[in-house]
């Protein structure tokens, strides 16, 4: 018992201590980008004690990780920083940035015409033909596509895979004693989340749709060098090219934050409409303040600050709301970090 406990601390040590080897610059280089962004953009200070309250869930989001890999959820091996995949990005970023501060300042949330985007097979809804994360390019082009993963784990200071990670436990739950299981990952985006799914259920038939052509070409190519087995294609979450009643499970992760209210609904029908009678879907997005008060004065100042069109209205909607206004039945909700992850069944 002792030394088995004390494998574990050893074990949250060590990945806390790597973790914050990368948090420390990534904070301190996010915090540069703030005040060049202007005082504007990041509303007040949050007080000492919602920053605690931060501190705290952050060491529960990585223990919680830990604990996953020891017990089996997923390998250990999933516990790695993108540290070279963010250095090479800096070049990159710092030659946008300019751009980026310029927007900010100027609260330009115009679209601008980008060579290079390619608007893909789909047609794409107003909504999300726009700006977004002061990106002139929004979700459309090639470039967006590469730095989106590196940049997310800049943003979170490496706590965004471990968040996506929070799925994985309820979706092997949920597939448990499933043969070949249909398992769809809807709003793939660049596909590392994809990438983490075959590894936690390498039995599963996996699929990933996403709106963005560019981002799906980033994913098929990435999860081609990796060796995963996914079938990626572009399509709208609103309206997913699946017959009912096909998938054993389904997970979205971090779509809903950046869809306006009657799309929140759309995208939830169709999750339910694909799944068999039976059938889960896993849902991990930003926090929400009804769930999460302590974030609140992160949660208020993020929308301006990182530029989300649609960031105001999912925080008075809650997840569990747009679930069971489809007809989903919540099976449970829980909290990790600035995330929440909700479950959801069909019966
Ligand atoms: C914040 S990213 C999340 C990507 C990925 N799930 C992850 O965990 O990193 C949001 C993604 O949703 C996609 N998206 C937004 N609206 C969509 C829609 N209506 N249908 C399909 N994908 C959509 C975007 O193209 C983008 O890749």
Known sequence: ?????????????????????????????????????????????????????????????????????RDGIYPSSLLTLPTRDVLSL????????????????????????????????????????RAFHWQADGWLSPRSARVYEPSVELLFAGAAAPMRRRALRPLKQA????????VVDVACGAGGFLAQLAVTAPEAR?????????????AKQTLAKSGVVAEVAVENAEALPLRDGLVDAATCVFLFHELPRQARRQVASELKRILVPGGTVVIVDAAQQHASPELAPFLDAFAGS????????????????????????????????????VVARRL
Not at 23 to 52: E, F, N
């Open 1 to 69: 018992m002792r030394s088995s406990l004390n494998a574990t601390s050893v074990a949250e040590l060590s990945w806390m201590g790597r973790q914050a080897s990368f948090a420390v610059p990534s904070a301190l280089l996010m915090r540069g980008v703030h005040l060049a962004m202007g005082a504007t953009s990041m509303g007040t200070r949050p007080s000492d004690d919602a920053i605690a309250a931060l501190r705290k869930s952050w060491v529960s989001l990585l223990r919680e990780d830990v604990k996953d890999a």
């Open 90 to 129: 800096l070049p990159d970023l710092a030659a946008s940035l300019a751009k980026v501060v310029a927007r900010s300042r100027r609260g330009d949330f115009s679209v601008e015409a980008v060579d290079g985007v390619d608007a893909g097979p789909v047609p794409l809804p107003s909504y999300y033909r």
């Open 175 to 182: 597939l448990r004693g499933k043969h070949r299981p249909r």
């Open 206 to 218: 996996l699929s990933g749709f996403d709106l963005s052509a560019s981002y799906v070409a980033h």
């Open 306 to 341: 990182y530029h989300e069109p649609y960031f105001r209205s999912y925080q008075l909607d809650p997840l569990e709301d747009v679930l069971q206004d489809v007809g989903l039945t919540v099976t449970s909700t829980s909290t990790a970090f600035v995330s929440r992850v």
